[in-house]
């Protein structure tokens, strides 16, 4: 047993014996409570004998074991995760979405086979997908299912979580498959500290899994069950396959059934309790009771998989391009929108960040035909493995801006994993990362213009009536203006040289600058496009004393981050990028060019207001949709704020009215939901009045 000495007291034999005594006892309690749920020691002295191994490998770095349980808590060093092949093939499955269909393919695969078959069925995990190459019983390599030739080599994140065996029970080489999962009821709490959020636990796992710190990995609770085992010498059936690994020590799902019309089920559920057993004529019952119950796991379960148990029959059967013959999906849903990617194209927009964004096969969902979905970074690309050919699964996120949900099939041209070009695509400059974004920092790149004069120009900035894209895009390939500055200094009587117009379209297009430049200092401010300058942080600035822009350049100039984070609201993240961002000579030409055509660039301190009768006390108010008497919405809010309501931005379960205007989307059906109050805006403007 270890011993109390400290470890100077120790000969490195003696060490390595106690190392290894502690390796083997940590990683028992560690499969009692992770794999089996049933944990024989306390959290206090599980933790003091961790402790003694952390020291004791400390002073002894020689004697340190790759089974060592104090892998589990990562590191913080930079790793890459390099492509590796698969010595296995990694293929997927077949699908069926109706209990006629399983039927038919069940009579089709046992017509085949010359025989009655027996059926393991297996929970569908949507999780992320994973091989775990074992050595002669040790964790040698944790690999992606990536193209299903090649993946990534993820195996320092794997051997965080705590349900993965390091070192098997038995000295075998075995290569395993099976699916990473965050449970459940983690994922909401998780998902609502990160910076970027996921639309599902699938994505967060995928994510997570991908990280270049295993630390970080090691802080998210992954759990994994594994389902398929591929030894050197086979035992003869899946079942006895399931068992093997068990033995191993690997996590199995208990949820799993067997139908068979040939074998003697009594004997099996002895050895299988917690299993379910039938004959053929019991699966229908079983599919109805499984789809059900499918929420009452703490996993997403997306279908079940049947498996032909008897190994030799599998072996006979084979496999097409991209799955086995012995194996179906039984999907609980109809496929949503699916289509194949055919190209994958980089946009870069106005702050010169680079988007990917898939051209898919056009689609039908909800009504409209999708036929580009975005990809957001390279980052989302490398979490689903996307690569050009894929079959993929497409959502509308938030109802508005379709998305690349997953990939439903790999293509078969062999293309490995997307990667975003070096250099921007519409000047070559060489691309630079920050954060999780790349970006095009040159100033002058044709498409950052486009992209920087069609937003001034646009619906909630400037508001430039008869300046559409089109027109913009004209005046910019005719070098007519060259940047934001420019819209308000040339002369629209040129366009009159050019096909498609006429006076009379001239003139308008003059009205709608004239028109323009009575908008007010805040919105001119957003409509500069300056990184983190939205609406919200425009009306902070403003409010907080910044009414006027020699005031904000000054303050820019100080560089001194304190100026803008002692305003309630502005963190330090916008503090830097303002100063960053307001010192740039490019912008200050603009802002310079812009004055002299007579924008606003200050705003008149208010009256003192008037305090009203706190009517919205104890309300929690959201706002969506577009309105006829609040432009732009965030008047609405306040009003609200006004009354003494509170305004959040998402619709949760504090939220007691959601006011809902033409164009509410997925927050209004949320608010149903949750049952808040719906308040249109009619009804918005009678409480307004009333006192
Ligand atoms: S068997 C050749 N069993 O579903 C064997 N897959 O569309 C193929 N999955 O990539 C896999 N639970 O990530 C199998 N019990 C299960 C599964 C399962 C989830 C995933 C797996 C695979 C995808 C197939």
């Given amino acids: 047993m270890p011993s109390s000495n400290t470890s100077s007291n120790l000969n490195p034999e003696q060490a390595e014996q106690e190392i290894e005594q502690l390796c083997q006892i940590l990683n028992r309690y560690q499969y009692e409570y992770h794999v089996l749920s049933r944990p024989s020691v306390s959290d206090r002295e599980y933790d003091r004998l961790f402790d003694r191994l952390l020291q004791m490998e400390n002073d002894f770095p020689q004697a340190h074991r790759p089974d060592s349980p104090t892998q589990r808590v990562g590191s913080d060093l930079t790793q890459e995760l390099p492509e590796v092949p698969h010595t296995i093939p990694v293929l997927s499955l077949d699908k069926a979405y109706s209990a006629e269909d399983l039927r038919s393919w069940i009579a089709k695969t046992s017509k085949n086979a010359g025989q009655s078959l027996s059926f393991v069925v297996e929970e569908k995990i949507d999780g992320a997908s994973i091989v775990l190459y074992y050595e002669q019983g040790l964790l040698a390599r944790a690999v992606t299912r990536g193209n299903g030739l090649v993946g990534n080599d993820i195996t320092a994140n794997i051997k965080t979580i705590r349900a993965v065996p390091l070192r098997l029970t038995q000295s075998v080489t075995v290569a395993v498959r099976g699916e990473i999962f965050l449970p459940r009821s983690l994922f909401e709490r998780i998902n609502a500290e990160l910076e970027i959020p996921y639309a599902n636990p699938r994505n967060l796992a995928a994510g997570t899994l991908r990280r270049v710190k295993s630390a970080e990995v090691a802080a998210v609770p992954l759990d994994i069950l594994v389902y398929e085992g591929y030894f050197s010498s ?26 068979s019309d040939r074998r003697d089920l009594e004997t099996l559920r002895e050895r299988h309790p917690a299993w379910t057993f039938g004959k053929f004529s019991d699966i229908p019952t079983f599919l109805e009771r499984a789809r059900k119950n499918r929420r009452a796991r703490d996993y997403e379960i997306d279908g079940l998989v049947f498996k032909v148990d008897e190994l030799a029959v599998r072996e006979a059967l084979g496999f097409t391009g991209h799955h086995p013959r012995w194996a179906i999906a039984f999907k609980f849903e109809a496929p949503q929108a699916e289509s194949v990617v055919e190209n994958i194209e980089v946009q870069v927009g106005r702050t010169g960040r680079i988007t990917p964004v898939a051209r898919i096969k056009p689609v039908l969902l909800s009504g409209s035909t999708i036929a580009n979905a975005t990809l957001h970074n390279q980052d989302y690309v490398d979490l689903l493995e996307l690569a050009i050919g894929d079959r993929v699964s497409v959502s509308k996120r938030g109802d508005v801006i379709p998305a690349v949900e997953r990939v439903v099939e790999k293509n078969e041209l062999g293309n490995t994993t997307w990667r975003t070009p070096e250099t921007c695509p519409s000047c070559g400059t060489p691309l630079t990362r920050h954060g999780a974004h790349q970006f095009c920092e040159n100033p002058k790149c044709l498409d950052q213009i486009r992209g920087r004069i069609r937003f001034f120009a646009g619906r909630n900035q400037m508001d430039i009536d008869n300046l559409g894209p089109e027109t913009l895009d004209v ?77 904000l350049l000054e303050a820019a100039e100080k560089k001194d981050p304190a100026l ?58 959201c706002v969506t949709g577009s309105f006829e008497n609040f432009k732009p919405r965030e008047s609405a809010m306040e009003e609200v704020k006004r009354r003494g309501g509170r305004v959040t931005s998402g ?7 959601l006011l809902a205007g033409p164009g509410a989307g997925s927050k209004l059906d949320k608010a149903r939901a949750l049952g808040a109050q719906i308040v249109e805006e009619a009804d918005f403007l009678k409480l307004l009045a009333s006192p």
């Fill in 651 to 657: 619709v949760t379960s504090k939220t007691t009215h």
């Fill in 234 to 259: 086979s035992p003869e059936t899946h079942l006895e396959v399931l068992e093997a690994l068990f033995a191993l020590g690997f996590k199995i799902n208990p949820h799993t059934a067997f139908y």
């Fill in 475 to 551: 005046l910019i390939e005719r070098d007519i203006i060259r940047d934001v500055e420019d819209l308000y200094t040339f002369d629209p009587q040129v366009l009159l040289d050019l096909p498609g117009f006429g006076e009379k379209k001239v003139q308008l297009i003059r009205e709608g600058l004239q028109k323009s430049k009575r908008q007010g200092y805040r919105n001119v401010l957003v409509s500069l496009g300056i990184p983190e300058i939205g609406q919200k942080v425009a009306e902070l600035l403003v409010e907080g004393g910044y009414r006027d822009i020699d005031t």
């Fill in 564 to 621: 803008f984070t002692g305003i309630h609201g502005i963190g330090e993240k916008t503090a830097q990028t303002l100063i960053e961002e307001l010192s740039r000579p490019e912008v200050r030409r603009r802002i310079e060019g812009l004055r002299k055509s007579g924008l606003h660039f200050s705003e008149e301190a208010p009256a003192r207001q008037v305090i009203l009768p706190q009517t919205f006390a104890g309300q929690t108010w």
